[in-house]
């Protein structure tokens, strides 16, 4: 077996294949003994293989004498690892269950919370429009100039040949007109 591994460690393919021949019964014994959540048997025969592979590569002929032990243990160690792997998401994606259903719980609410905001904010959007409608002339001009055209109260002014402090209180009448009717149609509904 020896002289097979040192061949095997140096690429020899023939060699790689009679090495792993050698262990087939320990990886078939693997694959059934063994459990690993979303893996079938094939995946666990597949990935004893593969630790055969490793230990191949890995096995210093200088140091041990046990090459059979070797890749008994880099085996096991390898199932187990994935047998932990699979344990770990398993536990992450209950967990991560949870928090998803708890986050989507949590975006229906805030979304309806959204929507009838929208709805409140639509509402007295239209309740202003018709407010602004029933105005007189000069107060609908008022708006216009000053919160839609972004005017400043002085500039209003100077335009209209006003006094500043009698915009001022022009602006007052309004918003308060505005705030009462607005007041009235949220009291009545």
Known sequence: MKELLIKAKQGDKVSMEKLLNKFEPLIKKSSKQY???GYEQGDIKQLAYMATLKAIK???LEKSNSFPLYVKRTVQNS???EIKKSKEII???K?????KENSEIKNIEDKNVELEEEIIKKERREKLINLINK?????KEFIRELFIEEKSLK???KEKGLKYHQVVYFKKKVLQKIEIKVGEGVAKS
């Open 35 to 37: 459990y690993i959540n």
């Open 58 to 60: 890995r096995f210093d």
């Open 79 to 81: 199932i187990y690892k």
């Open 91 to 93: 536990s992450y994606n």
């Open 95 to 99: 967990g991560n269950r949870e928090t």
């Open 135 to 139: 105005m007189a002339n000069e107060e």
């Open 155 to 157: 500039e209003y002014a």
